[in-house]
């Protein structure tokens, strides 16, 4: 076994210290937009963390100082410790005292259905074509079920979406989706046509999954289900349950779907 000993005071540079610098180079030539409605941390804060998911960033690389971030992206210390506050409660980042800000280690994708990032996301990275065809876009008062999963007041309301994916052209999946109105102020005016969800809240609002719980029975298709989806009344679909939390460990996203496993099979695979 090999113990490597690491210098007493200042912590050594790895090997993609230098990478990291000309990476935070490269991100800043492209000045964050004033004139967008994502604040600017929110841009910040995606920017670096689009780069660490794309390992322009690699894990273990420092990060520059505060005061150099803000000096690079021209931004005051507010935006710069509200982006950086983000990406370490979403683990992207870790802090170490005395040391200094380091990017975390990688983590592994898991499979589809599986994982954190939704219809859309799941099959656009695998390569296939997603459109959307979106029926009900509002605001509304929350009903007993979106109280319950988001905790919210007898007041409270959620922004619900209905709409059916299609991957490669056929129907996948007729989701019911809703979000907590408190966190996407707004939400309800923005274009979302053949646009991810989960993406779209990453850009406004500086929210990503951290986890998500899915429930998954055998169903017949509803009326609805047979008309938007164009399947037979009398073909079985999976119908599917999501609750998917965010960094602080609170709902995010509600949604009830039908799953359409003929047009792709759902893929589980454990690992010892």
Known sequence: ?????????????????????????????????????????????NRIQDAIVAQQLRPHSRMPSEQALCEIFDVSKPVVRAALSALAAEGHVIKLPRKGMFVANSRQDVDFMTSNLGVFGDLTAKGHVVTTKTFEFY????????????????????????????????????????????????????????????????????LTVQRAERWFTAAMPDEQAVERMGVDSDSPLIAIESIAYDHDGAALEYYKAFYNSAVARIHVRIDP
């Not at 210290?17 to 800043?28: G, L, P, T």
């Not at 929350?142 to 991957?167: K, M, N, Q, S």
């Open 1 to 45: 076994m090999n113990i490597k000993l690491r210098p007493v005071g200042r912590p050594r540079y790895d090997h993609s210290d230098d990478s990291a610098n000309d990476a935070f180079r490269a991100m800043a030539r492209e000045n964050l937009d004033r004139g967008e409605s994502a604040p600017l941390w929110v841009q910040l804060k």
């Open 139 to 206: 605001r509304a008062s929350a009903d007993e079920d979106e109280r319950r999963v988001f905790g919210l007041p007898g007041e409270g309301d959620v922004v619900r979406i209905t709409r059916v994916y299609y991957c490669d052209g056929q129907p996948i999946t007729l989701t019911h989706i809703s979000l907590p109105g408190h966190k996407v102020p707004g939400m309800e005016k923005l274009d979302i046509h053949n646009r991810s969800v989960f993406q779209t809240i990453k850009e406004q609002y500086g």
